[in-house]
């Protein structure tokens, strides 16, 4: 069930990698798209649900989330600061 046919309002992509960044600090840019590869895949896994509504995309060197490699486009390294997402979108189940 989608958003638009009333389904649960889900965090975005740009949410959870600023939670990872603020739970694990200094990532590289692919450390970050690998982890946001892997939190949507446990979460279909565990609970049957996608955890964030962003197409993850195979690019050459591995999955990306478009939106959130634009957020970090030019950086060697990523911080919380530099991403605009809002880690308290998770919710305790997330």
Not at 15 to 40: M, P
Not at 62 to 91: C, F, T
């Amino acid at each position: 069930m989608s958003v638009e046919e009333g389904g649960p309002i889900m965090c975005r992509a740009i949410d959870v990698a600023s939670y990872i960044l603020n739970e694990r600090g200094r990532l590289s840019g692919y450390q970050l798209q690998k982890l946001l590869y892997y939190c949507q895949a446990w979460c279909l896994v565990t609970q049957d649900r996608p955890l964030f509504p962003e197409v993850i995309r195979a690019w050459e060197h591995g999955p990306v989330v478009y939106e959130v490699a634009r957020a970090h486009r030019g950086r060697r390294s990523v911080v919380a600061r530099d991403i605009e997402g809002n880690p308290l979108a998770l919710s305790a189940e997330d």
